[in-house]
């Protein structure tokens, strides 16, 4: 039962240009919803998030946009760099009481190469 | 400000072992989750611990148990040791328990059950 899904498991894109990753998600109790960066032999750090009440949400080059109605949601990332190079993870948290704050759902990430 | 720190990095155990992992929080945090991702997959909750105790459980089973201690460190232990429990084991810290969005995490310890 994959609550949150990541179709696409690479994208390559050329430096300069927009890269925009996806992810699908089916269960309606999930609130808040984050992106996290991770390169080889480091954890995943944390990249920008949205709630529930928000459509968009843009920190720099860095912009996630929700459809609650399509339950899905989006990274862009504008201009894309070569250091952006990572596996990006969609995750979700449901909001169902202080026992499940910590517990974040994460889809399965998408590897992204940007080229020079 | 330390973030957060796993130890061991690697290590290898045979198959019906017991392994105990370790974690140290960032600085300030006083909530430890644990996840395990297997090679290819998104990381998945095993549980959180928050004042000591354990408030929040995944899918996994009672021989995966684990510690908080009063200086917010966390240990992971896994019983009874199988092949699918290979895998990068991932510690996170935040602040606040119920509330706690954005999690830290540290680079994990990639456990191999041969």
């Known amino acids: 039962d994959q609550q949150v899904k990541q179709n696409s498991p690479s994208l390559s894109v050329q430096e300069g240009r927009i890269s925009i990753l996806n992810c699908d998600y089916t269960?309606?109790?999930?609130?808040?919803f984050l992106w996290y960066k991770k390169y080889p032999a480091e954890g995943p750090t944390f990249l920008i998030s949205i709630s529930s009440i928000k459509d968009k949400n843009e920190d720099g080059r860095f912009t996630v946009f929700l459809n609650k109605s399509a339950k899905h949601l989006s990274l862009h990332i504008v201009p894309s760099q070569p250091g952006d190079s990572a596996v990006y993870f969609c995750?979700?948290?449901?909001?169902?009481?202080?026992?499940?704050?910590?517990?974040?759902?994460f889809g399965q990430g998408t590897i992204l190469t940007v080229h020079p | 400000e330390t973030g957060v720190t796993q130890s061991p990095t690697h290590l290898i155990k045979t198959r019906g072992q017991q392994v105990t992992l370790r974690c140290s929080s960032q600085s300030g945090h006083n909530t430890v989750s644990w996840y395990q991702q297997a090679l290819g997959q998104g990381p998945q909750f095993i549980f959180q611990y928050y004042r000591e105790e354990e408030n929040g459980r995944g899918n996994f089973p009672p021989r995966f148990s684990g510690l908080q201690f009063p200086n917010y460190s966390s240990e992971l232990n896994v019983n009874a040791l199988e092949l699918d429990d290979s895998a990068l084991y991932l510690c996170a810290s935040s602040f606040g328990g119920a509330g706690a969005n954005v999690l830290t995490f540290g680079a994990g310890s990639r456990l191999t059950v041969l």
């Open positions: 995750a979700a948290r449901a909001n169902a009481g202080g026992t499940s704050y910590g517990k974040l759902t």
């Open positions: 269960n309606s109790m999930f609130d808040y």
